[in-house]
């Protein structure tokens, strides 16, 4: 077929001979199904076996691209390509000699890959891998127990069959959550340990072939941290589909486990899965899950992070926190941390599907104010309360105003803000701070350009005086009030100096994001280096001096600071290192004490020369 990306895909040759043909191919794989498994060289010669398996191969390699292209088409599910793949697993889990001959290692994987393929989307097919005893063998498949790639494939398909009503009880009673949730946490290591951190010439060969078939151009090492960011998240999706039915909840809600979700994100290999942040939420949707994760506080903080940041999945955390505030057996736990966080966004327009976002949170944040937290609340609390509060009203009464007293108190407060500007010129960075808050007093809520402008002027302020809280805040906040052509005037400086001021709290990934978001806009680049002197519209010094080279210099520097800090294999290396360094001390500490008094007289003799 034309429209078949798959050149080698044997449904197409099929379906498009006649029909005499048609029969004699449909039965020709029935037979060949059947055979697949228990099929051996008629010759125990190498060369008899090395072609056996290489043809064998061929066939799969075939099955593998019809199922990559025609997932839901029940013909070959009908012929039994299901259950020969399940019972090629099985050979390569229990049969080493068969595994180890020609290309035979290759088997396993690809088998487990057509299983995911075909049960992908239809339940029907998925219950009947379940009927042919799935289950068990891509379970032992997950543990690792030929290699990280079967592994991988082997999670996938596990991943499908738990998302189905009618195959859940299947996966439920293999043990498949406990395992999950240890590949989970650690499968990157695994995949470190196994290939990454390996030399080129220890690696299995196999594994680099799978691999640069797969990179379409990329480098091994790229796909291998795809590879990997793919069997952590599907891992999560495993569990996920656990964690949609509460009575799996005290099994998850482990601490040790909790703790490690938000930091298994996908990467920029993977952005299209929720991964840890996903569970999170739907972990949330329980008041079991709710109480776990309140008693995290650096979970909490982390949520709070996120929703401050330049993540696709930042509605999930914004959700969390709501949810957290507006359950009371969680509410106080969160308390502090949410309301400083979400009270950055109450002025959001739009936020994934949801619009007018910050409404619902503004109604959040104000409707229990006058409870016993407040009076437990610490300062920033208590101000973010009043802001909120403050904001509310003055929204009313800016309904009422005349357009020509809108006009006056916004002229007012350019005045204010040029003050700033001229004492930030003169050095005076705090009284520069002073006359920008002065100015968002009087500012209209109205004029939303204008305010972007003085909330990222008083943000470049707070870096400068290494207060790196104050200026997410305040860039979060002109983030929430760009839109239409604010967007592009206000969003590049804001998502520019959030990138430093989340550097400068440590956090690579939320600086990572808002400085790839920053740097990927040629418009972004452009104006901040639109004035030959190096001032901004804002009024404050860009980073470049007015030079774009400079700007793309900070920005590639930064982004490559950030992306080493956030590397999915960084902690396995770290491990790894450490791990080395300990059995090098432990040998020389040996070499040491086989070598008797002399050696050591002679050292400390040359210790004293």
């Known amino acids: 077929s034309s429209s078949c990306s798959y050149p080698d895909c044997f449904l197409c040759a099929i379906k498009f001979s006649p029909p005499d043909i048609y029969a004699r191919q449909a039965s020709f794989f029935s037979e060949l199904f059947k055979e697949l498994p228990s099929s051996s060289p008629s010759s125990s010669s190498a060369d008899a076996i090395a072609a056996s398996s290489k043809q064998q191969l061929s066939i799969i390699r075939g099955l593998w691209s019809t199922a990559m292209a025609h997932p839901d088409d029940p013909l070959f599910v009908q012929l039994g390509v299901l259950e020969s793949m399940i019972h090629l697993i099985y050979k390569g889990l229990r049969d080493p000699v068969w595994l180890s001959q020609g290309e035979n290692v290759f088997v396993p994987y690809y088998a487990a890959h057509i299983l995911g393929s075909y049960t992908m989307n239809v339940e029907r ?56 949730m240890a590949v989970a946490r650690g499968g990157t290591g695994l995949v470190y340990e196994q290939f990454v951190g390996k030399t080129v010439d220890r690696q299995l060969g196999y594994h680099k072939e799978l691999l640069a078939r797969g990179s379409s151009g990329e480098g091994v090492e790229r796909k291998a941290e795809e590879w990997a960011s793919q069997l ?99 509410r106080s736990k969160v308390y502090s941390k949410a309301v400083v966080a979400l009270a950055d966004l109450v002025e959001l327009s739009s936020l994934g599907e949801q619009k007018k976002p910050g409404e619902s949170i503004m109604d959040v944040l104000l409707s229990h104010q006058k409870q016993d937290e407040l009076l437990e609340a610490d300062e920033n609390v208590l101000a973010a309360i009043e802001d909120v509060a403050r904001l509310k009203k003055r929204i009313k009464l800016e309904r009422h105003l005349a357009r020509e007293d809108i006009k006056i108190t916004q002229a007012a407060a350019l005045v204010l803000r040029l003050e700033g500007n001229a004492r930030f010129s003169a050095g005076d960075v705090r009284g520069a701070t002073a006359k920008y808050s002065e100015a968002l007093e009087v500012c209209p809520i109205k004029a939303k350009k204008d305010r972007v402008v003085i909330l990222n002027n008083r943000a470049q302020c707070y870096l400068l005086m290494g207060d790196a809280e104050r200026a997410v805040s305040d860039t979060t906040r002109a983030l929430s009030l760009c839109r239409g052509k604010r967007r592009r005037h206000g969003m590049t400086s804001s998502l520019w100096r959030r990138a430093q001021a989340y550097d400068m709290m440590g956090l690579a990934k939320e600086s990572l994001l808002d400085a790839l978001v920053f740097g990927c806009s040629s418009s972004s680049i452009s104006s901040c280096s639109a004035s030959s002197d190096g001032w901004d519209e804002s009024g404050s010094r860009s980073s470049s001096g007015g030079n774009q080279s400079g700007v793309n210099f900070y920005v590639a520097k930064l982004v490559r600071k950030q992306m080493q800090r956030t590397w999915l294999f960084r902690e396995a290396a770290r491990k790894s290192e450490m791990e080395s360094n300990e059995r090098e001390e432990d040998e020389e500490q040996s070499s040491g004490d086989e070598s008797g008094d002399e050696s050591e007289w002679e050292t400390a003799s040359e210790s004293e020369m």
Not at 131 to 143: I, M, S
Not at 160 to 179: E, K, N, Q
């Open 125 to 180: 097919y998925a219950a009947y891998a379940v009927r042919y005893r799935a289950v068990p063998a891509l379970a032992e498949l997950a543990t690792g127990a030929l290699t990280w790639v079967e592994q991988r494939v082997a999670v996938r398909c596990l991943s499908h069959l738990a998302s189905y009503d009618s195959t859940f009880p299947a996966v439920s009673a293999g043990g498949v959550l406990r395992l999950a």
């Open 232 to 330: 952590q998240c599907w891992s999560l999706q495993v569990v996920n589909c656990f964690a949609l039915r509460e009575e799996f909840l005290l099994a998850i809600c482990r601490p040790e486990f909790l703790v490690d979700l938000p930091g298994m994100w996908g990467g920029l290999v993977n952005g299209s899965s929720p991964a840890g942040l996903g569970l999170l939420r739907t972990i949330c949707y329980h008041k079991l899950g709710r109480i776990a994760i309140a008693s995290c506080g650096s979970i909490v903080e982390a949520l709070c992070n996120v929703a401050r940041s330049s993540d696709d999945w930042q509605f999930m955390a914004v959700d969390c926190l709501l949810w957290l505030l507006q359950d009371p057996n969680s």
